[in-house]
């Protein structure tokens, strides 16, 4: 699976947009790119999956350029419950998905 | 629809036991995987099973074991246990070994004293 490279960490402001972007110059053909919301001592949550161009569903957006080696989470006003670690994956169907390798993920820290 | 359940929550052990965590997926997933997540190390995969045989494999020692039910309820095993151990232990499901849509459950967290 393509290693992923993500900011540390993020701070905003409730209300703001956050935009994180993710880098995976790697990245396979058949990968799809998914990122994930984990709040402190809870499972990862799945936000959203996208394979090329945009994807938007009712809580954030997903862009991904032409050439795919990168990919930006927008959260579009952001508010205290937003606060969390963000991670973002990439991998394919089949008998590999099964193993998602996770990095550090972005720390995203939203104030009032 | 019920998520995916981990049993139990919380537990404490002493070094050199055993401990043995439940999952169960939601109802109709096929697929568990195990994961292990500390503070130093992060997420990192342990296994998964999928019609009760083992697909896929982390590089822990085998002193972590897994298996998975008929039912597709998985039980995962750490003999020996260390201080290391100490972590939240997650499980996630996923329709089929070719879904790549996965549910994570709440985990349980292990502490090794």
């Known amino acids: 699976l393509a290693k992923t490279t993500q900011p540390i960490s993020m701070d905003s402001y409730e209300g703001q947009e956050v935009n994180i972007t993710c880098s995976h110059n790697?990245?396979?053909?058949?990968?799809?790119i998914t990122w994930y919301q984990q709040f402190p001592s809870q499972g990862p949550r799945f936000i959203i999956q996208g394979y090329k161009t945009k994807v938007t569903n009712e809580v954030a957006s997903l862009f991904i350029p032409a050439d795919r080696k990168s990919s930006t989470l927008s959260l579009p006003r952001v508010s205290l419950s937003d606060t969390a670690v963000y991670y973002c994956?990439?991998?394919?169907?089949?008998?590999?998905?099964?193993?998602?390798?996770f990095g550090q993920g972005t720390e995203l820290s939203v104030k009032p | 629809k019920a998520g995916v359940t981990q049993t139990p929550r919380y537990l404490i052990k002493t070094r050199g036991q055993q401990v043995t965590l439940s999952c169960s997926p939601i109802?109709?997933?096929?697929?568990v995987s195990w994961y292990q997540q500390t503070p130093g190390q992060g997420l990192q995969f342990l296994f998964e099973?999928?019609?009760?045989?083992?697909?896929n494999k982390g590089n822990f020692p085998g002193r972590f074991s897994g298996r998975q039910f008929s039912n597709s309820r998985s039980e995962m095993n750490v003999s020996t246990l260390e201080l290391g151990d100490s972590a939240l232990y997650l499980c996630a499901s996923r329709l089929t070994e070719k879904n790549y849509g996965y549910t994570f459950g709440s985990g349980t967290r292990l502490t090794v004293v």
């Open positions: 994956l990439v991998g394919g169907l089949g008998n590999q998905g099964g193993k998602l390798i």
């Open positions: 099973y999928f019609s009760e045989t083992q697909r």
């Open positions: 790697n990245i396979a053909t058949n990968d799809y």
């Open positions: 109802s109709g997933h096929r697929s």
